[in-house]
């Protein structure tokens, strides 16, 4: 359960908006339209084995990011006290 002082920050909301762009991308019908061919070529791959290694890629970085930047653990408020008097848990 998350502390009543616990937000979002704008990291937070960057790293949401980068995985929902990813995976978007990711489950676009649209490659479908490149099926059973092999032009064009992308790195030397086919278009849809390159465009799958780029989008792994993509999240791979913002995964990492995300990672680095302890995305997920809550910011508390260090001046607020908690319900028992004491001030933020460490």
Do not use: H, Q, T
């Not at 059973?36 to 990011?65: C, H, Q, R, S, T």
């Amino acid at each position: 359960m998350r502390p009543n002082d616990a937000k979002m920050s704008g990291k937070a909301k960057l790293i949401w908006i980068l995985l929902l762009i990813g995976f978007a991308c990711m489950e676009f019908p649209g490659v479908f339209f490149f099926k059973d061919k092999a032009e064009p070529y992308i790195f030397g791959f086919p278009f849809i084995y390159a465009f799958n290694l780029i989008m792994w890629a993509y999240m791979v970085v913002v995964i990492l990011y995300a990672y680095m930047s302890n995305w997920g653990e809550p910011k508390f408020d260090e001046n607020k006290k908690d319900e028992n008097g004491g001030g933020a848990a460490e």
